[in-house]
């Protein structure tokens, strides 16, 4: 049905609906739970609320990722935009930190939440898990699951089933009482997550859609994926939404109706931008095509949700990293309509300014809140320092080491020590160190090994005595997509050192020192003026204080430091890293007190000058890669594929859908190519956004242990086009090959190095995402695989 012609009727029939909702000014929890219920149905048609048609004009926001002090500041925020609903995402992992033990208080109170959006006329949607992704640390599950060494993530596998469900019917304890059917605003939950992005077990969505039922939920449950995965795992009796980008609305609603031929329409997640990962471009999006498939889905009547419409910031260790691995930043600001900080942008005027054109009669928007105090502080120095390795816990004993999971830490910093014997130069290697490893010999710095490149060896010199070894590891956020979820964290055995000439000998006998970084640990560092230890080791805490008459929000610039994690007045605001893009970190006003403040520092690297300001504006587009203590080159030589037949061979169709390239019988190889020979527009530029490898059974296979080897071409400038994209999980980013004045001809090529022999029955390829005359995709191509690197000299 067309928004514009609704008649008379239905008109006055919305007026009556609009003045239902009108919520008393300082309407209390109690009032608004005995506010009479309403009704909520998905028609033939349309959404029906008291038996109106409803177009749920929805935007997520996610509560754990903005102060609480701050929650009913965004949620006006989101109506006066033009917002009718919120969509709400549950972190498991934030209410279940530790098995067993649930936490619905303070930050994570979303009852709360909840209560607040129905004071404000916003309905909610709501979005439990198990799984959750968000680039938040192991996509919302508990890291404690982990410790199982079979365990099938989101499967009916036991040791994850019982949990999550166990969860899912406390969730259901907690909330609802705040479905409409009770009088709150709860109008529909969804199940899992793009679970067809990973699996197809409809007997696993099940599982879940009835551990929803049994903790009490009864409003309309739904299910979410890209148009490219509705029909894995698929169930008629889940209530299917789509998610997509820019211009894919007709597109994607056209597949999603496949499944669901009757029903509204609606799309789950639309993107306004996208998020920053470290050591890549800051992500914007572009207003006009942003507006334009909004105001296509208002006037054909279709609902949908913007990811995000307040992005916010992951304060903590909460973060996570995309596949293969690519940490994410804390600042999730996604270039969304609402700022990090809460601000009105150019893209929340436009937005308020199309939806004012599409409001029901009677329906005004309230003006927006007046913008939240900001402050700028004076550069000050932190003056005490506590070094890392003067700072150590008791230890705990282990011949071989193993991952801090075993010795039951979730997250932060491990140090792992042993002896090794005097003798000849050598080299020190792990099989993996997740996720950077700096690598110390008698005190003194020796090398670093850095998962994001699978560089796990390092060069060590002759000793003429016995000396400490010692491996200060880092872990970021768990990978939040796909089968890498299952990211155990620190040293993986064996770790070897192979003398000049020699064999490999496994090194025994360690110490291992936990460092999670958490309020005990803080209040137990010892501390001493900077000046009186100037040639101590660069990984320390250090702290130092600052006045402040008027609390209110300011970015600290963080621009001198190196790479770590930042505390003030005991809130962690979560990681910095001099490599950009972010270079400040978000400080809440609520957050900061009259007359004296605290801050702790934990650089990793070392600052260049201890000194931190408060900035009025945050610096999200700053990136410097020359400053990476690892950088990244891709193999040298000439490409040949001379001696190798292809193992498959064809042309790609310009459609958005998976499409499979079979070989004829299985193949083995460690080194994957596709040469791209032509795209479907005739231009000569290839782009892809993903590729995925089929292993025997002609399943897709994991990808934590892939690299890229070597592209001919990659758009870094006008587009974050880099090549580890068509890796990483998200049909919105994708690799492209140089465009404009650079541009290159076909042949194009990408080749993938998998870690180790593999046994492939074919690839999957997606094509980029957008409109039918997108720039790029593949039409011809060859695939390629064998046990040698085409004529290529891989970087170590």
């Known amino acids: 049905m067309s928004f514009c012609t609704q008649n008379a009727a239905r008109r006055r029939a919305a007026t009556a609906f609009l003045l239902s909702m009108l919520v008393l000014p300082g309407a209390t929890p109690s009032e608004l739970r005995a506010a009479p219920p309403h009704t909520f149905v998905i028609g033939e048609k349309e959404f029906l609320l008291d038996g109106n048609p409803l177009v749920i004009r929805c935007g997520e926001i996610h509560f754990a990722r903005v102060p609480r002090e701050y929650w009913q500041h965004r949620l006006k925020m989101c109506k006066a935009m033009g917002l009718n609903t919120v969509c709400v995402y549950l972190f498991w992992n934030f209410h279940e930190w530790e098995e067993g033990k649930y936490d619905w208080s303070g930050a994570a109170d979303v009852a709360e939440f909840c209560h607040l959006a129905q004071a404000e006329g916003l309905w909610v949607l709501l979005r439990p898990g198990p799984y959750s992704c968000a680039e938040w640390e192991m996509g919302g599950l508990p890291w404690w699951l982990v410790k199982h060494d079979k365990i099938a993530l989101r499967s009916k596998d036991p040791a994850f089933l019982e949990p999550a469900t166990k969860y899912l019917r406390e969730v259901g304890r907690v909330l609802t009482p705040l479905q409409i059917t009770h009088g709150g605003p709860l109008l529909m939950v969804q199940v899992e997550n793009e679970y067809g992005s990973f699996g197809n077990d409809a007997g696993y969505m099940g599982a879940l859609r009835q551990a929803l039922l049994d903790g009490g939920f009864d409003v309309p449950l739904f299910a979410c994926n890209p148009s490219n995965a509705i029909g894995h795992g698929y169930r008629p009796d889940l209530f299917q939404v789509v998610n997509f980008g820019h211009g894919a609305p007709a597109s994607a609603f056209a597949e999603l109706r496949k499944f669901q031929k009757t029903g509204p329409l609606m799309n789950g997640e639309y993107y306004p931008a996208w998020f920053d990962m470290w050591g890549r471009k800051h992500h914007t999006g572009e207003i006009a095509p942003y507006l334009a498939d909004l105001e296509y889905m208002l006037k054909h009547g279709e609902s949908f949700s913007i990811y995000m419409a307040h992005g916010g910031t992951s304060f903590a260790l909460w973060s996570g990293a995309d596949r293969p691995f690519v940490p994410d930043c804390s600042s999730y600001d996604y270039d969304a309509p609402i700022s990090e900080a809460g601000w009105v942008t150019q893209k929340f005027t436009r937005t308020r300014e199309l939806f004012a054109k599409y409001l029901l009669p009677g329906e005004t928007l309230p003006d927006a809140p007046p913008k939240n105090p900001v402050i700028a502080i004076a550069p000050f120095a932190l003056k005490e320092s506590a070094p890392i390795f003067e700072n150590l816990p008791a230890s705990k004993k282990d011949e071989s080491p193993r991952t801090m999971e075993f010795y039951d830490q979730s997250r932060g910093c491990t140090v792992y020590r042993t002896t090794l014997p005097a003798g000849p130069a050598g080299e020190l290697s792990a099989k993996e160190i997740h996720d950077f490893g700096w690598i110390f010999l008698d005190g003194k710095p020796a090398g670093v090994m850095d998962r994001r490149l699978r560089r796990y060896r390092v060069e060590l010199p002759a000793r003429t005595a016995p000396a400490r070894l010692d491996i200060l590891i880092e872990s970021v956020g768990r990978v939040n997509f796909g089968k890498e979820v299952f990211d155990r964290k620190g040293l993986h055995a064996p770790a070897e050192f192979t003398a000049a000439g020699g064999s490999p000998t496994e090194l025994k006998n360690w110490e291992i020192f936990p460092l999670p970084l958490d309020a005990a640990e803080l209040s137990s560092l010892k501390y001493q003026d900077t000046e009186a230890q100037p040639d101590k080791p660069y990984p320390a805490f250090w702290r130092g204080s600052f006045e402040v008459d008027k609390p209110g929000d300011t970015f600290l610039d963080m621009k001198s430091w190196g790479k770590g994690v930042t505390w003030v007045n005991g809130h962690c605001l979560g990681r910095f890293w001099n490599i950009g893009p972010t270079q400040t970190m978000y400080l809440p006003g609520p957050w900061l007190r009259a007359g004296s403040n605290e801050v702790v520092v934990l650089d990793l690297l070392g600052p260049q000058k201890p000194e931190l300001a408060g900035l009025e504006k945050p610096i999200l587009d700053e990136l410097h890669r020359e400053l990476d203590f ?23 169709a310009p459609e958005i859908k998976w499409q499979e390239a079979r070989f004829k019988s299985p193949q083995q190889g460690r080194y994957l190519c596709l040469e791209a020979l032509s795209a479907n527009d005739g231009k000569p530029v290839a782009a892809v956004a993903e590729l995925d490898a089929l292993d025997a059974k002609g399943e897709s296979m994991s990808k934590a242990n892939w690299k890229i080897l070597w592209v001919d071409s990659e758009e870094t400038t006008a587009a974050s086009g880099e090549a580890e994209n068509a890796l990483d999980g998200q049909p919105a980013t994708m690799w492209i090959t140089e465009f404009g004045e650079s541009t290159r001809n076909f ?24 409109k039918p005359d997108e720039l790029g995709r593949v039409k011809d191509y060859r695939v390629y695989l064998s046990d040698k690197s085409f004529g290529l000299t891989p970087s170590h």
């Open 747 to 770: 042949p194009h090529y990408i080749i993938i190095d998998l870690g180790e022999n593999q046994t492939l029955s074919g690839i999957r390829y997606l094509p980029r995402a957008g």
């Open 630 to 652: 690892a950088k990244g080159v891709r193999a040298k030589g000439t490409f040949t594929a001379e001696g190798v037949a292809p193992a498959a061979e064809g042309s790609f």
